[in-house]
Nanobody
């Protein structure tokens, strides 16, 4: 089983930056894909950024050039968010995939205009 804990959310003004972190514990031996998703009120959860075990990254068009996903260690996944916009306001979730989807509890990001 994989356990994920996110941190780093908070309130920031538009144009500001935040760095989210996800700490993984448990058996991550078969994890091959990791990502950050977000869910805004009244909307579906959407992919923000992902990275494979081989280091290939993918970003939603809405965050390209502003967000950077990185995997410092096998058990730590970060999301650097710059030039934040009010539309980035959401709960952000960390995801690790092996045979299953493993999710953290989420961390809330609020961007004020």
């Amino acid at each position: 089983q994989v356990q994920l804990v996110e941190s780093g959310g908070g309130l920031v003004q538009a144009g500001g930056s935040l760095r989210l972190s996800c700490a993984a514990s448990g058996n991550i031996f078969k994890v091959n894909h990791m990502g950050w998703y977000r869910q805004a009120p009244g909307k579906q959860r959407e992919l923000v950024a992902s990275i494979t075990s081989g280091g290939i990254t993918n970003y939603a068009d809405s965050v390209k050039g502003r967000f950077t996903i990185s995997r410092d260690t096998a058990r730590k996944l970060d999301l650097q968010m710059n030039s934040l916009k009010p539309e980035d306001t959401a709960v952000y979730y960390c995801n690790f995939k092996d045979w299953y989807d493993h999710w953290g509890q989420g961390t809330k990001v609020t961007v004020s205009s």
